[in-house]
């Protein structure tokens, strides 16, 4: 290769890594593996080595990407550089050059500064782009352990890393029902809960900040504070602060490796995201005196696994079809041992990521897990490229099309009605502000709908027909048959309201639903025959609902279903007592815990059931907040009091409007 072909694949490569940085720092997307990023960004550095140039805009030079714009932004006091890295374990002996070091998890999370002034919590910024970062200081205060006041009442800066464990991860993404809104891994969701601009988001997923490095530490009268020129004496000044620290070991030239191959077992089953270790030299003064390069300090490198790879025969692509329509590729692979299991089979994301690979039934590829957890196909082999992009969904039998999402090129059934989009509507027809049917899981919906059983919601009410075929599904039997019919038998038993937002109706939830039948006197064919001007004159609905439920009720095959829905359905009609509307006018906002009424949805029953609505965010409309604890910080407190909006105690507000 001419160095002028090599100049050209070097800016090749510097637009693709850039691409990947933007999608993964600015975007919270992955369009590349972190195997092949790895690969190109070794390649990249090899040629500015041999060619001697480095690109102004090359990622070897550039740390991270810019904050985006929504949060304020402020520089760090210094920057924030990137580590060096190396894969082998021979190469952190040697580079510890007969030193002591502490050897730690490199955490893979979201880097955040935290300053403190006298023993307060007074900012905190992301790393951004290792100059400039953006301030999330309310967010961090929400943050599960970090404290915001310390017993140290000089000036402390530290650096660390916001998380969220794979357990906390899984439970989050385990209540959306939505799989196209499901999070793809712990890092994306940490980043996005970090840099909300509502803090209350933030609060509800377990952030955890662990500390990794004390920037400086400077006494109340101005001095630095001793630490002995002790790397470890400065972990242990933060844990004495309270502060959640990185796992680390003490480790020299022959100790390092017992070390390392302490984490490599426990990162198995380490509940933290990590992609690797962060090997420290102990001697701060030494380590400071090595200074830095453009991009790199020379106090501290990366160690990345080793991934172990083993290579084998691509058998087949299998085309997953999920509930929003995208298909996603999964690679099937003749079995292989990997970190101690066997693997058989690697998501493969996209159409994109199957292309690029050139893959082919009969291909020998290599596969590895990525971070020693998740199976992933490396590179392959022989790169024949004959796997052919389906053009009809593996349920339905309906045409695909492929469309571009950013960087990256997905495929996608096209019928509205296939089978797999159907789970979700199903699921909301069956949910707890719906029909109310206990039990019937989307495992259980799934197996229903694959074998045929439902078609559309009435086929809910007619499960008896396919008993005998019912009872042999794997999972059933007569006593789990019995208890869904018993389910569905008492969910018959329903109100117009759970009907109407059951449907699925674009835009018309469950508070929205209410309005509308109580608007039509709770008649089913007033709805069905109004007219979006006419809904649209409802309080709390607006133009696009309306013309949207019109829409819908002009739709024949959804009146088909209606009909027959009716049909098998006991709609209790409620009894308005025009004196029992006592709240009507009246907004009022719910929060907190309950004591007397079993939970919150029970008291917005009541309230409605009187005439007053219950909105989720309190403004200069809202009569009272009900919250038990009306001297806590959150947000709405912090609002009502702002505008002047009464907050009662439940019992309060029982006494001024329910007795």
């Not at 999964?330 to 050139?358: C, D, M, Q, W, Y």
């Not at 009720?553 to 829905?565: K, P, S, T």
């Amino acid at each position: 290769m001419s160095d002028t072909d090599k100049m050209n694949r070097m800016k090749e490569l510097v637009s693709i890594l850039s691409k990947a940085s933007e999608a993964y720092y600015a975007k919270d997307e992955e369009i590349m593996s972190n195997y092949e990023y790895d690969k190109l960004y070794d390649e990249l550095v090899s040629l500015e080595t041999e060619l001697g140039v480095t690109l102004s805009n090359s990622p070897t030079v550039k740390v991270g990407y810019a904050a985006v714009d929504e949060l304020p932004k402020e520089r760090h006091e210094s920057p924030m550089l990137s580590l060096d890295k190396t894969k082998s374990r021979e190469d952190l002996s040697s580079w510890l050059n007969g030193h002591e070091g502490i050897l730690s998890w490199k955490l893979d999370g979201l880097t955040i500064v935290l300053t403190y002034k006298n023993g307060k919590l007074e900012k905190a910024v992301t790393r951004g782009n290792g100059e400039i970062g953006e301030v999330v200081t309310p967010n961090a205060r929400v943050f599960s352990n970090v404290p915001l006041e310390i017993a140290f009442k000089g000036d402390l800066i530290l650096r660390g890393e916001a998380v969220i464990s794979y357990s906390d991860f899984e439970e989050i993404n385990r209540k959306i029902t939505n799989d196209a809104d499901k999070y793809k891994n712990p890092r994306n969701l940490c980043s996005g809960s970090v840099r909300q601009l509502n803090n209350e988001i933030t609060a509800k997923r377990n952030v955890r900040f662990i500390a990794f490095n004390l920037v400086s530490a400077v006494e109340s009268d101005g001095s630095a504070h001793d630490f002995n020129n002790s790397r470890e004496n400065t972990f242990r000044f933060l844990e004495k602060q309270g502060f959640e620290v990185v796992e680390r070991k003490h480790v020299d030239e022959n100790s390092i490796f017992e070390a390392i191959e302490y984490f490599a077992k426990k990162i198995e089953d380490y509940d933290i995201p990590s992609d690797g270790l962060v090997l420290t030299y102990e001697d701060i003064a030494y380590g400071a005196s090595l200074g830095r390069t453009a991009k790199f300090p020379r106090h501290s490198i990366a160690f990345k696994w080793a991934d172990e790879t083993a290579e084998t025969t691509l058998l087949e692509i299998e085309w997953s079809a999920s509930r929003t329509g995208l298909i996603n590729p999964v690679a099937i692979f003749e079995p292989v041992e990997l970190e101690g299991t066997t693997v058989s089979r690697a998501s493969v994301h996209n159409v994109s990521i199957v292309r690029e690979l050139k893959l082919g039934i009969g291909d020998r590829i290599t596969v590895y897990k990525a971070n020693m957890i998740i199976p992933q196909i490396a590179e392959n082999l022989t790169g024949s490229g004959n796997v052919r992009i389906p053009d009809s969904c593996p349920v339905c039998g309906g045409k695909t099309e492929i469309r571009a999402l950013n960087e990256a090129q997905s495929l996608y059934c096209v019928n509205e009605e296939c089978p797999a989009k159907q789970i979700k509507s199903f699921s909301q027809f069956v949910s707890r502000e719906a029909l109310n049917v206990d039990g019937l899981s989307e495992a259980t919906l799934e197996k229903l709908i694959d074998c045929g059983f439902i078609k559309s919601f009435p086929d809910l009410f007619e499960l008896e027909k396919h008993k005998e075929n019912i009872v042999r599904l794997e999972g059933f039997g007569e006593k789990s048959y019995d208890n869904l019919i018993s389910s569905i038998e008492k969910a018959s038993h329903t109100t117009l309201p759970r009907l109407i937002f059951g449907l699925g109706i674009n835009g018309i939830g469950a508070a929205n639903a209410k309005l509308i039948c109580k608007a039509f006197d709770y008649d089913i064919e007033k709805i069905k025959s109004a007219k979006a001007s006419e809904l649209a004159e409802i309080d709390g609905i607006g133009a696009v609902m309306a013309k949207s439920l019109e829409d819908f009720f002009q739709n024949e095959r959804n009146l088909a279903v209606l009909e027959r829905l009716l049909a098998k359905l006991d709609i209790e009609k409620p009894e308005i007592n025009a004196s029992g509307q006592n709240l009507a006018g009246l907004v009022f906002v719910v929060t907190g815990s309950l004591n007397s009424f079993e939970n919150r949805n029970a008291l917005k029953e009541v309230i409605e059931s009187r005439g007053g609505k219950v909105t989720g965010s309190v403004t200069n409309k809202t009569t009272c907040l009900i919250n038990n604890d009306n001297t806590s910080n959150s947000t709405k407190n912090k609002t009502a009091k702002e505008l002047g909006i009464p907050i009662l105690t439940e019992d309060e507000f029982v006494t001024k409007y329910l007795n």
